[in-house]
């Protein structure tokens, strides 16, 4: 289910609301942008990802009145902000390890569905995930920015840090190496 | 597994993973968005009054600088720091006022106007019956006459000495000493170039008590 809901043409008149401080403004921007950010947090294996998802809206708040642009820009540039709000919360889980399960994201991926298919659909989920967690750093932020922002390959390339046509490369090979892990799940473990 | 399966996995993966919050976390976080907007409002000012207070800075040390150097020049500062600020002017080549010469206004008086201006003092002194007046003032006392180059002893610059010597057009000197190697007026004969020195003599006719072999000398001479 996907509970995003893009503004649309009411963009800059909800923009100029919030920047004013109107609290429906504030929602509306939330709501539409909640879910995914929390999504992607979740995906990227944040341990406290409504905590970092909090964290990535008091910036957007705070730093509002610097943004200029589309939807779109606003979206990407919300993302960046979240990929570096999550970078800081694992270096700073780093220097403070602590052993976290995020229980309430497995609990989320069970609800819904009829019993067969949705047990079917969170098991092939979760080996995604997992698969995922196995790739690279730069090719995990490569793939779940692009699937979870939708963001175009320059934004990511903003993002991260490298250069577009770096971005490409880990694209690629990343989702090769996906493909690879979910055709031969097992090589791995043999060698 | 083909690329449009692999796409479709992680489209799946994407929705499963985007869920709202829930309600309770939705209000703390909105809760939190406001707070935060309140802040930036405040912290504008805060920043800008280091930039007031580095302008007021700024335009009272001009002040202070304008100010201070314009009374310096005038020799309106008190006598202490005018003394200072004159030393220290005058290192850098500038000419200010000492204490003194601001504190006895008549130091830079013209000669002339200040005989006049005693003459008249000792007048109205005079005329007032005091008998304390002193001596009257004379012009020799404030107006140093200078001999004139036409009233020099030697008095034999005519026409035709024009351009003789710098120094007969330029220095009414009459006492002035000639230098021991000008002989008569512009003549001036070749200082020698080596005077010899007591230790020298020793080695007259002796050659150079020098050891260093000359460039021109060879062990074989």
Not at chain 1, 117 to 133: K, N, P, Q
Not at chain 2, 87 to 92: E, I, L, R, T
Not at chain 2, 152 to 172: T, Y
Not at chain 2, 182 to 196: A, K, S
Request: aromatic letters at 4%; charged letters at 25%.
């Amino acid at each position: 289910m996907d509970t995003s809901t893009r503004i649309g043409d009411n963009f800059s008149s909800v923009l100029d609301a919030a920047r004013t401080g109107a609290d429906w403004a504030w929602e509306r921007i939330y709501d539409s942008l909640a879910p995914t950010i929390i999504g992607y947090l979740r995906a990227r294996g944040a341990p406290d990802p409504e905590g970092v998802a909090g964290d990535v809206f008091i910036q957007l708040v705070r730093d509002i009145g610097r943004f200029e642009g589309d939807e779109a820009g606003f979206r990407s540039w919300v993302f960046v902000m979240a990929h570096h709000r999550l970078l800081d919360d694992l270096r700073r889980r780093r220097r403070r390890p602590e052993t976290v399960a995020p229980p309430e994201s497995m609990a989320a991926l069970e609800d819904g569905g009829d019993l067969e298919g949705g047990v079917l659909d969170s098991v092939t989920t979760a080996e995604l995930r997992a698969l995922i967690e196995t790739l690279t750093p730069p090719q995990r932020d490569v793939i779940l920015l692009r699937v979870f922002g939708d963001l175009k390959v320059e934004e990511v390339a903003k993002a991260v840090g490298k250069r577009p046509g770096a971005v490409k490369a880990l694209q690629r090979r990343g989702l090769e190496a996906l493909r690879a892990k979910l055709e031969y799940p097992f090589e791995d473990e043999g060698r | 597994m083909t690329r449009d399966e692999l796409d479709q996995a992680l489209e799946r993966l994407r929705v499963e993973l985007t869920t709202s919050p829930d309600s309770d976390v939705r209000t703390k976080h909105l809760a939190a968005m406001k707070a935060a907007f309140v802040t930036p409002n405040l912290a504008p000012r805060r920043i800008r009054r280091p930039g007031f207070a580095r302008r007021v800075a700024v335009g009272a040390a001009a002040f202070v600088l304008v100010g201070g150097t314009a009374m310096a020049a005038t020799g309106t500062l008190p006598a202490p720091a005018q003394d200072a600020v004159a030393k220290v002017a005058h290192g850098v080549g500038l000419s200010l006022p000492h204490r003194a010469e601001v504190t006895n206004p008549r130091a830079n008086e013209n000669p002339g106007v200040a005989f006049a201006n005693a003459k008249k003092r000792w007048l109205d002194c005079e005329k007032s019956g005091a008998t304390d007046c002193g001596p009257k003032p004379t012009a020799q006392g404030f107006i140093h006459v200078s001999p004139k180059p036409s009233e020099s002893p030697e008095g034999s610059e005519g026409p035709g000495n024009h351009g003789q010597g710098f120094e007969h057009r330029h220095s009414p000197e009459t006492t002035r000493t000639p230098h021991p190697t000008e002989h008569g007026e512009g003549q001036v004969t070749p200082r020698p170039t080596h005077t010899p020195q007591p230790t020298e003599h020793a080695d007259d006719g002796h050659g150079s008590d020098d050891h260093t072999p000359r460039p021109s000398q060879t062990p074989g001479d």
